[in-house]
């Protein structure tokens, strides 16, 4: 590489995120346990590129996101913040919750930090049903507690 040039310009090489966190490699399912977790966590966001790319030793490929690149793997309801598929965690912003188109699965954005309007991160089961459960109705407002404070839910279609 001559001085001033930087990496080859990323491209996708047919590695799918499918909406409910499976991998699939130019049409076939990644069935090796390990591979799909260490694709889970490594999961990063490019700014300026505005791409999700996976790495894999020295290699670093783009991936095609179907729905969100991240996964919402626990609640904790008390710090109020949730656990995510890259094993990094995040606040639970319950203003940002919203049902997904393809199947209304609870989506919500993390990671501002990274990027201001946050990146998508859709709710596996068990942490959708854990957050469903301390839902509470307060005078007609649906809510849930977080750190010891009610706070509203918005409108989710």
Known sequence: MTAGTGPPPLTPFDLVLHHDARWSHEGLPIGNRKLREHFDRSVKYLVEEEKYVVTLRHFRGEIIVEEAAFFVRSVDLERGRVGLSDRTED???????????????????????????????????????????????????????????????????
Do not use: Y
């Open 91 to 157: 606040v639970l912003e319950l203003s940002s919750l919203r049902s997904s188109p393809i199947d209304g699965a609870l989506l919500c954005d993390v990671k501002r930090d990274l990027c201001a309007r946050g990146l998508a991160a859709r709710f596996m089961h068990g942490p959708q049903a854990e957050l469903m459960n301390a839902i509470e109705d307060r005078d007609g407002t649906l809510g849930v507690v977080i750190g010891g404070q009610w706070q509203g839910l918005p409108a989710i279609e």
